[in-house]
């Protein structure tokens, strides 16, 4: 069965900074990825996906993830870091049209 | 569009009590799904619906019962409602029920339940 990892329970970055989250996943077959967002009190929103070709895939708001097969890893990063990025951020691999998400990594950005 | 809806935002139940959490999609997304949210641990997958009449479990599927008789509508009932029950339910669709198009979820904005 499919599973993933986000070793990282809560991240601070002060804002302009780099941020990336890490993200591990064990699936058998090539994985179907995805980071999810979520701002307080509400529901998810897709970042980004990753479904096949260039390694690297660019989302919205700015957000970059690098799919690295030998690492069974699929990190999100940005380069800098803004207030209204502070959330919770979910990575998951999809099989079977089921969604498994991770634990999730929440971001503090100091000003 | 209004998306995803879910009623109500918050509901307190007693233990035993039964409920329906309501979720409506304006989106004639063929996929649609319920998630519970617990700390610590992400979003399991209850329930999933790959188009109207057709219905199958997910991860965390026990105490909870779902129907899909029309494309809009994706209800969730707790047949009897019990304190491992308190959550953030979430429901979820997507265009198309295809892999890995199904993927692609929006999200309602949650209900929040307490069984006390």
């Known amino acids: 069965a499919q599973s993933v990892t986000q070793p990282d329970i809560h991240i601070t970055v002060s804002e302009g900074a780099s941020l990336e989250l890490r993200c591990n996943y064990s699936y058998g077959a090539t994985p179907y990825l995805f980071w999810y967002v979520q701002s307080p009190g509400q529901g998810l929103q897709l970042l980004l996906k990753y479904f096949s070709g260039d390694t690297l895939v660019q989302g919205i708001k700015g957000f970059e993830a690098e799919f690295k097969r030998s690492q069974s890893s699929f990190n999100l990063r940005k380069p800098s870091v803004h207030w209204s990025d502070a959330a919770e951020y979910f990575c998951a691999v999809g099989s079977d049209y089921k969604l498994s998400f991770g634990a999730g990594t929440t971001v503090t950005v100091r000003a | 569009n209004a998306g995803v809806t879910q009623t109500p935002k918050f509901q307190v139940l007693k233990t035993g009590q039964s409920m329906t959490l309501q979720c409506a999609q304006d989106?004639?997304?063929?996929?649609m799904s319920w998630y519970r949210q617990d700390p610590g641990m992400g979003l399991r997958l209850i329930h999933y619906s790959v188009g109207a009449g057709i219905t199958d479990q997910g991860e965390v599927p026990n105490g909870y019962n779902v129907s899909r008789s029309t494309t809009e509508d994706f209800p969730l009932r707790l047949l009897s409602a019990a304190p491992s029950q308190t959550s953030v339910y979430f429901c979820?669709?997507?265009?198309?029920?295809?892999?890995?198009?199904?993927?692609?979820?929006?999200f309602g904005p949650g209900t929040r339940l307490t069984v006390t």
């Open positions: 989106m004639n997304h063929e996929y």
């Open positions: 979820a669709s997507s265009l198309t029920s295809g892999v890995p198009s199904s993927y692609e979820q929006y």
